[in-house]
C-alpha cells in the first residue's frame, strides 16, 4: 500500500512514543457527583490529554469524532488555522496513532474536513488505522447555495470514518456490524401498501413489490435460473422478460407460490410476478446514505451558539447538533463512550449527555473554560436547543472537568513521586498487559492476566510505610500478598525493595520490579 511522505515525517511518528505521560488534575465537578466520574472535560494539549488517558481509556471508546482544524490559511479568534502542510501532517500523525490506540475494537471515528485537506487526511487514514478498515466517506451538506466568490462553489464537507478492525473473512468492518440504522421515515413506509389481489387483501397486511427477475446481459445469465412460472390465475406458463432471468432458483419460487408470497397484478393476468415483502417483515430502520442533506448546516449551528451564548460569531464554523447525533446514533449505543479531542465549541460532548452516552472532550484554548464549561452546565440544566426536543431532553446528569497536571515521570523518564496509587496501578497494567485499567484499584493485587498476576507497593496501600506493612518486599508482605494470589499461578511485583533474595525470588515464581527505576516511560 503506498504511503504519505514529507519533511519530518519520521519524527512525527517518534514523537508518539516520546509524548510524556501527564497526570490529570480534578478542577472541579458538575452536577450529580455519582455520574460525574463517567464524563470528562479535560483543558490542555489534545496530545499530552490523549497520552494521559491510555492508561485508563485505551480499547474502550465506541466512537470518535474529531473536527480538526481544516488548514484554510485562516486565522480565527480560537485557533490558527494557517499550517504548512507538511506541519498539519506532522500535527495529525501522532493525535491518530493515539485516538486508534484508544479506539474499541469495534469502534470507529468519523473526520470532518474540506477539500483543503480531506483527501491528505483519506491516505494518511488509511495508513494509522488500515485501508481495509475505511468505512465510507460521507458528504455533509454544510450551507444551502454556493459561495459567489468562485465559479464553482463548494456546499459540502467531506466526513471520512475507519473502524478499529474487521473479520478477515468479513466483508464488513467490525464496527458497522454493530452500527444502528436510522429510524424508518414516513416516505419509506409509504412503499407499503395494501394492493387489490384476485383472491382479495393479504391478510398479513401492507406490503411492497420486489422485481423477481434479475439482469441476464453482460455475462451475467444464468441457464438454470431461466425456467417457467405457472400463474396460478389464468394457468399460463410465464418466462422471466427478454434480458434477464429469475433471481432465485425453482425450489424457492416454489415455495414463495405456495406461500402466496407472489403477487400476479390487480386481476391476477401479470406476464411478471413481484414478490412481496411485507411491512412487518422489513427491517425496523434504514440504511444511511453517504450524503447528508437533513443534519443542519453551519449557519443552523451558529444560530445555536448564538442563542446559548448570546454572540453571534462565537465560531466561525460550528457544528450542528443534529450532525453528531446521526453520527453518534450510528456509531454508539446508550452508556458507551464518546470522544472528542477537538471539541471546539463542545457540540460533540452536549450531544453526547443528551443521549446518554459516557464522553471525553479535549480542548486546549481558552473556550474550555469560557464556552465549553459553561455549555455542559447548560446541558445539564436542561437546555432546549439543538436537539433537546428530539432526545425528550429535560436535564440531569454530571461531569468531571480536569485541567494537565505535571508529567508522570521526569526528565531522565523516572517516577515523579506526586503520582498517586491509583494512576500508576493503572499505568503499570496497561503497560503489562495491553489493556487500559477498568478495574477499581484499590488493593496490592491489580489482577490477572495470562496466568501471571500483578502486585503493586506503593502509597503505602498495606496500611503503611514500615518494610513489614508498606511499601517493601518481605515474608510478612509476602504471606499477605499470598492471601490474594490465585495458588500456582507465577507473580510480578513492583515495589520500592525487596528483603527477599534473588533464590528465594525464583523459588516462590516471583519477577520484583523496583519503583522507580523499573517503571519507565513507555
Known amino acids: 500500500m503506498p ?159 475507519w473502524a478499529k478492525n474487521r473479520a478477515s473473512d468479513s466483508k464488513k468492518t467490525l464496527a458497522e456490524e454493530k452500527f444502528n440504522l436510522m429510524p424508518r421515515t414516513e416516505k419509506a413506509d409509504a412503499q407499503y401498501q395494501v394492493f387489490t389481489e384476485p383472491s382479495g387483501p393479504d391478510p398479513r397486511g401492507p406490503f411492497r413489490k420486489i422485481d423477481t427477475t434479475a439482469n441476464g446481459k453482460g455475462g451475467r445469465f444464468v441457464e438454470s435460473l431461466y425456467y417457467p412460472v405457472t400463474n396460478p390465475f389464468t394457468g399460463e406458463e410465464v418466462f422471466p422478460r427478454a434480458g434477464t432471468c429469475w433471481r432465485h432458483n425453482r425450489e424457492y419460487m416454489a415455495q414463495l407460490q405456495a406461500d402466496n408470497r407472489l403477487f400476479w397484478g390487480a386481476k391476477g393476468t401479470a ?89 471525553i472532550g479535549i480542548e486546549m484554548g481558552a473556550h474550555a473554560k469560557t464556552h465549553c464549561l459553561p455549555r455542559l452546565q447548560k446541558v445539564i440544566a436542561g437546555e432546549q436547543g439543538g436537539i433537546s426536543l428530539d432526545e425528550d431532553w429535560k436535564g440531569g446528569g454530571g461531569f468531571s472537568y480536569y485541567s494537565l497536571g505535571e508529567p508522570a515521570f521526569d526528565e531522565h523518564g523516572r517516577l515523579n513521586s506526586t503520582v498517586r496509587f491509583n494512576t500508576l496501578a493503572a499505568y503499570i497494567w496497561t503497560i503489562e498487559t495491553g489493556h487500559p485499567g477498568k478495574q477499581a484499584f484499590d ?61 528465594r525470588l525464583v523459588a516462590e515464581g516471583i519477577t520484583f520490579k523496583q519503583i522507580p527505576y523499573d517503571v519507565k516511560m513507555r
Open 3 to 161: 504511503f504519505l511522505d514529507w519533511v519530518n515525517k519520521n519524527q512525527a511518528k517518534e514523537n508518539q512514543r516520546e509524548i510524556p505521560y501527564h497526570l490529570l488534575k480534578l478542577e472541579g465537578t458538575y452536577g450529580d457527583p455519582e455520574v460525574a466520574s463517567e464524563n470528562l472535560l479535560i483543558h490542555g494539549d489534545n496530545l499530552l490529554a490523549l497520552k494521559a488517558l491510555i492508561p485508563f481509556y485505551a480499547g474502550r471508546v465506541k466512537c470518535i469524532f474529531i473536527d480538526p482544524p481544516y488548514n484554510t490559511k485562516s486565522a480565527f479568534a480560537q485557533y490558527d488555522d494557517n499550517l504548512e502542510h507538511s506541519q498539519w501532517l506532522a500535527m495529525m500523525y501522532p493525535r491518530l496513532a493515539l485516538l486508534r490506540e484508544l479506539l474499541a475494537e469495534e469502534g470507529s471515528i468519523w473526520i470532518t474536513l474540506d477539500d483543503n485537506e480531506a483527501h491528505y487526511m483519506k491516505v494518511l487514514g488509511d495508513e494509522v488505522f488500515g485501508r481495509r478498515n475505511f468505512i465510507i466517506d460521507v458528504a455533509w451538506q454544510k450551507r444551502d447555495g454556493p459561495p459567489n466568490d468562485r465559479k464553482i462553489g463548494s456546499t459540502h464537507d467531506h466526513i471520512l470514518a
Open 443 to 503: 488493593s496490592p493485587l491489580l489482577g490477572v492476566h495470562e496466568e501471571k498476576a500483578y502486585f503493586l507497593l506503593y502509597n503505602g496501600i498495606l496500611g503503611d510505610r514500615r518494610p513489614e506493612g508498606g511499601n517493601v518486599l518481605t515474608n510478612p508482605v509476602l504471606t499477605h500478598l499470598r492471601e490474594h494470589h490465585p495458588k500456582g499461578i507465577p507473580m510480578v511485583v513492583y515495589g520500592e525493595t525487596s528483603r527477599l533474595g534473588p533464590a
Open 271 to 359: 406476464k411478471t410476478p413481484m414478490r412481496k415483502l411485507f411491512k412487518s417483515e422489513a427491517k425496523q430502520g434504514m440504511s444511511a446514505p453517504s450524503i447528508w442533506l437533513d443534519t443542519g448546516l453551519n449557519q443552523h449551528a451558529s444560530s445555536e451558539m448564538e442563542k446559548l451564548f448570546g454572540e453571534k460569531a462565537a465560531f466561525e464554523t460550528p457544528k450542528p447538533e443534529a450532525l453528531l447525533q446521526r453520527i453518534i446514533h450510528i456509531a454508539s449505543n446508550p452508556g458507551e463512550l464518546v470522544l472528542d479531542s477537538f471539541l471546539g465549541s463542545a457540540t460533540t460532548t452536549a450531544v453526547a449527555h443528551k443521549m446518554g452516552r459516557r464522553y
